[in-house]
């Protein structure tokens, strides 16, 4: 994940006493005996560079802060509100009323486990300086998270608070203010706007806006729907655990979308993959399970066969990042036709033939990436022609081990798994009939 935004402080972490804590903390805040603002000499001070000094200060700061947002943590799981907003300063009352919705909406999740933790200081933000002080403490915070029921391992998304010390006390004072320098794509969740209905059914988990939780049992019935297709089609063990997101508010597809409205904007949903945590300075953990996103604008229109699709992308999003694209959403499409033909007064037929007579002739390789951007239309009909093509000629259990085999290895296997190169598909799916 490439945040070109975020600042990281090179702040050592060191192994400090009790006592040298406090004196530090409470020389940085000018909270010192009156006349001077030197350090006591102590046996855990004395003999220390300003540095060394600076660096236990902070070190003490991050410990106590972490204390901080470890008490919000166990607030959240015991329904405490008191005590989630007694993290709080009172005196931001804007803020205080952002918290107690994030609480009420947080309750409503269900996690099995639930951790606050920071990871980056950003130093002197001007704005927060501005409002507090110089003693104003920005920071990137980790939200580790893990929903009942839906996630098999925790998963990550961060925040960016700024913290004050009020009569000897850690509290924040904002949560917005260092927004730009968080992940670009995920550090704003269904949570962390209007007050959210969830809507449980089985495995799949919808969210919708509160005032409209019958439409969060519609999906959630829809989304029931598309599981038992998935399932039917996709030959390899799926639990249909989703969790899908349909709310009104422009603003919570900020993190898919960048601009665009109504029936215009190029995409009705998209699959979120989620992984294993956030390794600083490392490739990105493994993929551990996806969340829905839906365009607002199509929220009250959702049907089956959009979720088939997007929970296709679910159910394989676990099994490694190296398929090639035309397999990705060839197979997605795959299911969803699939799907649709299950009913017999239901047919892709008019796909077919566009597929066939506009797209087929100006196949003349796997689709790439760059046909993808450059026509959306051919890129995703001929791909689900080549998928259509690789399950006639495998079945759907041997097109499973296929892809299974793509997404941990690449194109590489294709020969392997069926016995024909990447030209040869190509000319094997123009020629089949479907």
């Not at 509160?210 to 030959?235: I, N, Y």
């Amino acid at each position: 994940m490439n945040h070109q935004k975020r600042l990281f402080a090179g702040v050592a972490a060191l192994a400090l006493t009790a006592s040298g804590a406090v004196v530090a903390v409470r020389a940085l805040h000018g909270d010192g005996p009156a006349g001077g603002s030197a350090v006591a000499a102590t046996p855990s001070t004395a003999g220390r560079t300003p540095g060394e000094l600076r660096a236990a200060e902070k070190a003490a700061r991050k410990k106590a802060v972490d204390a901080v947002l470890a008490r919000r943590a166990v607030a959240v799981q015991k329904g405490d509100l008191k005590g989630f907003l007694g993290t709080v300063d009172p005196k931001q009352t804007a803020l205080v009323a952002r918290q107690r919705l994030l609480f009420t909406n947080l309750r409503k999740f269900g996690f099995s486990t639930l951790q606050y933790f920071t990871v980056d200081t950003f130093e002197q933000v001007p704005t927060m300086v501005e409002r507090f002080g110089a003693a104003a403490y920005s920071t990137r915070v980790m939200m580790r998270y893990q929903i009942a029921g839906l996630d098999p391992r925790p998963v990550q998304t961060d925040l960016g608070y700024t913290f004050v010390r009020r009569t000897g006390a850690w509290v924040l004072v904002d949560d917005t203010a260092t927004d730009e320098f968080l992940s670009e794509a995920g550090h704003r969740q269904a949570w962390d706007f209007d007050e959210v209905q969830v809507v449980r059914r089985d495995k799949v988990v919808v969210v919708v806006d509160k005032r409209e939780a019958s439409l969060g049992v519609k999906v959630a019935k829809v989304a029931d729907q598309a599981v038992t297709s998935v399932r039917r089609h996709w030959k390899r063990p799926w639990n249909g655990a989703v969790l899908v997101v349909a709310m009104p508010q422009e603003r919570v597809m900020s993190t898919l979308w960048t601009a665009g409205s109504g029936d215009g904007w190029t995409i009705a949903a998209k699959a979120v993959t989620l992984f294993e945590g956030e390794q600083l300075g490392k490739p990105i953990g493994r993929p551990i399970g996806s969340r829905i996103v839906v365009n607002p604008a199509l929220r009250k229109k959702l049907e089956k066969d959009l979720l088939v699709h997007e929970m296709t992308h679910v159910a394989t999003a676990t099994l490694g990042l190296n398929a090639p694209i035309w397999a990705v959403e060839g197979l997605a499409e795959y299911v969803r036709c699939r799907s649709i033909e299950d009913d017999p007064h239901w047919s892709v037929d008019p796909y077919r033939k566009r597929v066939r007579t506009k797209y087929l002739p100006k196949l003349t390789a796997l689709p790439s990436e760059r046909v993808f951007a450059d026509d959306a239309d051919q890129a995703y009909g001929t791909s689900w022609w080549i998928v259509e093509y690789l399950a006639d000629k495998l079945g759907e259990k041997k097109l499973a081990t296929l892809y299974t085999d793509l997404s941990q290895h690449g194109e590489t296997v294709l020969k392997k798994d069926t016995g024909l190169t990447a030209a040869q598909i190509v000319t094997g799916a123009k020629k089949f009939k479907g």
